[in-house]
């Protein structure tokens, strides 16, 4: 009969086999069938068969026709971590606005480790966008997100992410650390990011550093994604930095402390 403790580090194995399969899930693969699961993770099918029936129970893995898919449990409480549903909530409705004026799809992002994840998608019904998803992660060097974000943030995490792998995701995609210094240099002076045609040929980005308030540490980024020509791209530039900045003064607001009216 096992041991509590080996019974302890066997529940521990399980939960961290199976928070692994989760991971699997991405934008062009948002449906799975358990042996495909099973081959990408490496975990035998019938183990693989085990923790899905456990996920599919706790509501992490929804059963479909075709295979599995992430569970709306998980949404429920992604929408409860406060640095990402705050800016959420108070983003929702300039990201609304935002589509509606350029009748291009707005997003909404925050910077998660070494890469950018994405809080809100407002989609127009003239472009979809698929390779972006509420919930799904992109890479820094390669979007105008992550551009936004990574201009402003500490000299250190540049460092990290510049000296670190960059991954060449389009013909267009820039990867020398330096030319990126340079264009990050830009984004500080201008307040614009720009991806053209860098994480999805046939796509543009335009995007504006979301702060804390005035003055504030960088809290996120706001964009709007179309197609695909730079000169049209900067025509967006003055809608999305005017967003960015009174997205950044209604956080600033929300942040400061209200004065009492007890006498």
Known sequence: ????????AGSASSLSRGLALLDLFTAPDQVLSISEIARRSG????????LILDLISWGALERGANGVSLGVRLFELGSLVP????????ALPFAHNLNEVTKLTSNIAIREGNEVLYIEKITTRTLKVPHSRVGGRATMHATALGKAILAFSDPEFVESVLSGPLLQQTEKTVTDPAELRRELATV???RVAYDVEESRLGLFCVSAPVFNGQGGPVAGAISVTGATELAI???????VLATAMALSSAIGTAKRPRRSTVA
């Open 1 to 8: 009969m096992p041991r509590p403790a080996e019974q302890d």
């Open 83 to 90: 640095s990402s549903s705050t800016l959420r909530d108070l």
């Open 233 to 239: 791209a900067k025509r967006y530039a003055p809608a």
């Open 43 to 50: 975990v035998p099918k019938s183990t693989t068969h085990r």
């Open 188 to 190: 500080r002076a201008e």
